[in-house]
């Protein structure tokens, strides 16, 4: 498989009210869009079915819960597998998962094009913390209502292209890339969730938050000679605002597709994987050029 027409299905606010029927007929709209101009992937953001709930301190554990899915896919979900199948296109979202053992993850999903689930991520780098912070400006809570991810970062081959999954904060660290990278990954789909402003350092608004975020998507495909898509849940959600800057990026670190709106909006982007061959086998041909005996310090500290 050479090309493949990927698209990043970034979704503007949902509010603590909103119905998972209404955000997945939203879901479905971009969906509709991206069969239309011909996408084969699309990829939603993290924790696509609800609200940001994390910037919520709760102590109720049915009121945690409900925000919770324990099927995938569930009677609410079913719908976007379905009409996937029907168009032939594969998906990825993010979304909170309970298992029966009763532990909760951040999650995301990736399905082949026949829309049978291939794929399982639970996030790894989980910011924020776990009590409720006075010192913050708003909550961030995901080390309260989850735990770490236990199923490492792996890989799936499927359409014929080596593909990998992270969640939001996962992006800014480099371990997530490389773990992936040394699978020979060549697309890396993400979606987050990132608050416009610092909860803990007024100083820095928007366009840094926007640059950094660019940031390391760009130097995580350039440094793997991997497409990443990075999609944003964006907008006022709950009367909190989510920067936007959803990006396809090519194996060479550059932007080939840009969201311009904090709203459901779709990129796309038809994606040359033989365009990773490239750097995979020349500067980051990690076998011949990495130094692991110095690299020590990565894993035991
Ligand atoms: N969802 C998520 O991981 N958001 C974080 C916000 C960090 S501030 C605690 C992010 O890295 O974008």
Redesign the pocket.
Known sequence: MAEFVVGGAQMGPNQKADSRKMIVARMLALMEEAAGRGVELVVYP??ALTT?F?RWYMENEAEVDAFFETEMPGPETAPLFERARELRMAISFGYAEKTPEGRHF?TSILTDRAGNIVGKYR?I?????SEYDTERAFQ?L?KRYFEPGDLGFPVWRNEGVIMGMA??????WPETYRCLGLQGVELVMLG????SV???MSAEGLKE?LFH?ELSMQAGAYQNSTYVVGIAKAGVEDGHPLMGGSIIVDPDGFVVARAESEEDELIVASCDFAKCAFGKSTIFDFARHRRIEHYQRITEQ
């Not at 969640?167 to 800014?172: F, H, L, S, T, V």
């Not at 987050?192 to 608050?195: H, S």
């Open positions: 993290e924790l940001f994390p951040n996030k780098h989980l910011p924020g913390h961030h995901e969640i939001c904060n996962d992006r800014r987050y969730n990132t608050p610092n909860s803990q938050r975020s």
